[in-house]
């Protein structure tokens, strides 16, 4: 690609950006009316307790957070750091074909559902609790389902908020970190601004995708449940 063909497709990326509202601190309606009777999402920022001091202490090898991991959801094997413990969330770095290859490896797996985010954009952070929701509510059904971070892996400090945002969102999937040049995460999922969704058949194979790159169609996770519900019905 010539310079002056990167400049423009540059200048389009940094239009949508603003235009979808994909910014820090800002609410576009067009991806954030999620009807409450459809999803009811939950996000739990506090910290898990631990028992009561006047009580026996639990032995450490039957920590509480490990068992709340959901465990047969298929979505768990594809963690891709061995060290990682089950339960505990992780941001695991991974080029883009690594990860489809990974999708489509995932034999347990009857569909998987792939979330775009970051955390410079508002819009992701605010709707990232149906992500979660729908782990929950799929898991245990054959629903996979990942995260996918596109923040910029050299920034340590972006890395930093990006894991304690999935750890306060109890995020006990699989979480990656799309370990591309800038831009080039966009490029490599053909979209133009985030949040942005995916659904992957068995076979590893792109089903359908949600995003904001037209303006007359924008998508709501409501809509999103609704698809995998269908899926998974059939």
């Not at 999937?173 to 985030?194: C, H, Y």
Request: net charge negative.
């Amino acid at each position: 690609m010539n310079f002056a063909a990167r400049l423009g497709v540059s200048s389009l990326f940094a239009f949508t950006l603003v235009s979808s509202g994909c910014t820090e601190g800002t609410t576009p309606t067009s991806v954030n009316e999620t009807p409450q009777k459809v999803i009811s999402p939950t996000a739990p920022d506090e910290p898990q307790g631990g028992a009561p001091k006047t009580e026996a202490p639990a032995p450490e090898t039957d920590a509480p957070k490990s068992a709340q991991a959901p465990a047969e959801h298929p979505g768990t094997s594809l963690t891709a750091s061995p060290s990682t413990p089950v339960g505990e969330v992780a941001l695991v770095p991974v080029k883009y074909d690594e990860m489809l290859a990974q999708i489509a490896a995932n034999k347990k797996a009857k569909y998987t559902l792939v979330d775009a985010w970051a955390t410079w954009c508002g819009p992701c952070k605010e709707n990232f609790p149906h992500v979660v929701e729908m782990n929950a509510k799929y898991g245990d059904k054959g629903l996979a389902v990942i995260s996918v971070s596109l923040d910029d892996p050299t920034n340590a400090k972006a890395l930093d908020e990006a894991k304690r945002f999935l750890q306060e969102k109890n995020a006990v999937f699989t979480n990656f970190l799309l370990d591309e040049e800038e831009g080039v995460a966009f490029e490599k999922l053909n979209i133009m601004g985030i949040p942005a969704v995916f659904l992957f058949g068995p076979d590893g194979k792109e089903l359908k995708r949600f995003t904001g790159d037209d303006p007359n169609n924008q998508f709501t996770y409501a809509q999103v449940d609704q698809a995998v519900a269908a899926l998974l019905k059939d």
